[in-house]
């Protein structure tokens, strides 16, 4: 048994997980890790080398010599950095979510990271958030949630972020995508989306972030005692 403690957030693309993740660490006072934005800087590895994110043999020769590293910064937050640059902004593209969901489809990819992301948790009280936290990563953990919202609400929220950070396109694009990697993240054979059988359901559905923040804030208190 670990010394530290370690909540599992998993769910489909948009469901909020990242938001309320950092949220609940900071009230929490645990480290946040966001797994799926370690996942697409291996895609956009992929993306910048002009490799074919669908083929696993070449995105595989690329993991030996992929300088990734994860350093959390003075704003607190997790900073992700591929050859020594700051990518953090820039893995959050919308054409690399399909390079991340397409190259975490390769064992070899998984298999890469998979002690990275246990080391993190043997060291810090964590969050952690991504697909298969609850199921592989950490199948020990004190807490599970599976955080869920339809399809058309994860893309009205996907939407709104993308369109913060200025980049422009249709609703209807970010609904298709959204479906597509929802089928692709829960269909492959490696470590596919799937809720845990002791995971707490969570949907956010129609809910403002402070009610879906306050609803995981009293499951996780209830089951922690913190
Ligand atoms: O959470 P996100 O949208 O930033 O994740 C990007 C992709 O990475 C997602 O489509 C699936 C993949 N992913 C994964 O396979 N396993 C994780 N633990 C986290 C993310």
Do not use: W
Not at 163 to 170: A, I, M
């Amino acid at each position: 048994m670990s010394a530290y403690k370690s909540i599992a957030l998993d769910g489909p693309s948009g469901a909020g997980k990242s938001t309320l993740a950092k949220l609940l660490a900071e009230a929490l006072g645990f480290v946040y890790v966001d797994t799926g934005a370690i996942y697409r800087t291996v895609g956009l590895c992929a993306f910048r080398k002009g490799v074919a994110p669908t083929d696993p043999e070449r995105v595989a020769e690329l993991l030996p010599e992929l300088h990734l590293e994860m350093r959390y910064e003075a704003d607190g937050l997790q900073h992700m950095y591929l050859d020594g640059e700051d990518v953090t902004q820039e893995i959050r593209r919308h054409e690399i979510s399909r390079y991340a969901s397409l190259v975490s489809a390769i064992p070899a990819v998984r298999a890469f990271l998979l002690d990275r992301q246990r080391e993190l948790a043997r060291h810090n009280n964590v969050i952690m958030d991504g697909r298969d936290i609850g199921t592989v990563v950490l199948p020990h953990a004190d807490i599970k949630i599976f955080l869920t919202a339809t399809a058309e609400d994860r893309a009205r929220r996907r939407y709104e972020e993308l369109t913060q950070r200025g980049q422009k396109l249709d609703f209807a694009v970010v609904l298709r995508d959204i479906r597509e990697r929802d089928e692709q993240d829960s269909r492959r054979a490696a470590a596919p989306l799937r809720r845990a059988e002791d995971a707490v359901l969570v949907d956010t559905t129609g809910n403002s972030l402070e009610e879906s923040f306050q609803l995981l804030l009293q499951t996780v208190k209830e089951r922690l005692s913190v």
